[in-house]
């Protein structure tokens, strides 16, 4: 069986929903189900043997500990962080303590569960972190897109604190030979994303007509990809990527911001044809230390472990809209009061 940390947030419960509809190898999901997990995710597993849920923090070693010792994973997927770049900004304690210090502390735990492993387990045995491409840096428009050589220069809180985990997850390969695998991902979308992140929080506002507030002149760019093709690339890496190696991986689809707002403005017309969205695009203050460009070079992925996605943003962003239009339910039922004041924090002044 793998463990996978952060099963119940948005890439973890679509990676877990992905894993379980292709094998039957049983995944224990840890996840301290912090106000971006949500079981609800993972209702479809509720009578399914295969998922094992726990409650948990990756920062809880005697937890962890516990955990490998009975199950015995033949790999562990790390998913569990504070993800938000707005929220890292109002408070970076948390992504301290979690990106930072819970990925110490689950690597101090794997690494004790991994050297007691018979000789095949432990060669076999993988430490997948899942990191993203923001620990680059920002790019101006004509420099080329981020390799795996790109130097780190992470600009935000969050970014600063994966890319410690990052570093982190290496010294463990360096040091104690532990199989660790990293991949660095750039913007996923899709079902299940939580709407706080740009393309959720404007299709939910969009629905109520609530301002859509692009950040400053909304020409920063970002590398799209559907969350199913990100699954995929984990899936793939863990089977056939080197230990020690770090892996990018993108959708070949850089996009200004200005544009995703119009297009799922655009989109969300064909079903609402008498609403005009457009006019509730309102440009905000910008970002503190916002990032200019992000954009990932997937050529290494693509080369040795033969990966690709699958979807286009055409065909994505219409899965995706699709999704929260038929999942309305879901979207009132993550809208609770704290939803709320992260709101009114983050965008005060807007109606
Ligand atoms: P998310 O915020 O939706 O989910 C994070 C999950 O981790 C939640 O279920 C939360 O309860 C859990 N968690 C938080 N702290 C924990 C702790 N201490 N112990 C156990 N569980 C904890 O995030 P996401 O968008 O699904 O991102 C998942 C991973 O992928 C993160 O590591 C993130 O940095 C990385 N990533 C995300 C993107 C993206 O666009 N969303 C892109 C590249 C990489
Ligand atoms: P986000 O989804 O928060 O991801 P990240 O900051 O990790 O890239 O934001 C994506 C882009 O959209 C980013 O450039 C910030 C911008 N943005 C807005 O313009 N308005 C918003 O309300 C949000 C949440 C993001």
Redesign the pocket.
């Known amino acids: 069986m793998i463990l996978v940390t952060g099963g119940a947030g948005f890439i973890g419960s679509n990676f877990v929903l992905d894993w379980l509809a292709q094998s039957d190898e049983k995944v224990i999901n840890l996840d301290k189900l912090t106000y971006a997990g949500n079981l609800r995710n993972l209702s479809s597993l509720s009578q399914d043997s295969r998922h094992i849920f726990v409650q948990g923090d990756i920062g809880d070693s005697s937890q962890v500990s516990q955990l490998l010792a009975q199950y015995q994973p033949r790999a562990i997927i790390n998913l569990a962080a504070e993800?938000?770049?707005?929220r890292s900004i109002h408070g970076p304690a948390d992504f301290i303590q979690t990106n930072i210090l819970g990925t110490f502390r689950l690597l101090e735990a794997t690494h004790a569960y991994w050297r007691e492993l018979d000789s095949t387990a432990k060669q076999n045995f993988r430490f997948l972190h899942v990191s993203?491409d923001?620990v680059y840096g920002s790019l101006a428009k004509n420099e080329p897109a981020f390799t795996e050589e790109h130097c780190y220069q992470p600009n935000s809180p969050?970014s600063a604190s994966k890319a410690s985990s990052d570093h982190l997850v290496r010294a463990y390969h360096h040091t104690y030979g532990l199989p660790v695998l990293t991949t660095n991902c750039s913007?996923n979308y899709g079902p299940f994303q939580f709407p706080?992140?740009?393309?959720p929080?404007?299709i939910v506002n969009a629905l109520t007509g609530k301002p859509l507030?692009?950040?400053?002149d909304?020409q920063?760019i970002?590398d799209w990809l559907y969350v199913t093709d990100h699954c995929s690339a984990i899936r793939r890496t863990l089977e056939a990527g080197i230990p020690g190696e770090t892996y990018n991986i993108g959708g070949w689809n850089e996009k200004p911001?200005i544009e995703?707002?119009q297009t799922i403005c655009a989109l969300l017309k064909e079903s609402y044809p008498d609403t005009d969205f457009h006019s509730l695009i309102k440009h905000?203050d910008d970002?503190p230390g916002?990032?200019r460009r992000?954009a990932i070079n997937a050529t290494k992925i693509e080369r040795e472990l033969n990966w690709r996605p699958a979807e286009t943003f055409a065909s994505g962003i219409r899965k995706t809209i699709h999704w929260y239009l038929n999942n309305q339910q879901w979207v009132t039922d993550v809208q609770t009061g704290a939803y709320q004041e992260w709101i009114s924090k983050?965008?005060a002044g807007l109606p």
């Open positions: 993800s938000h770049v707005d993203t923001e969050y913007n706080e992140k740009l393309i929080l404007m507030p692009v950040y400053g909304g920063q970002r911001n995703i707002v905000v970002r916002h990032d992000y983050n965008y």
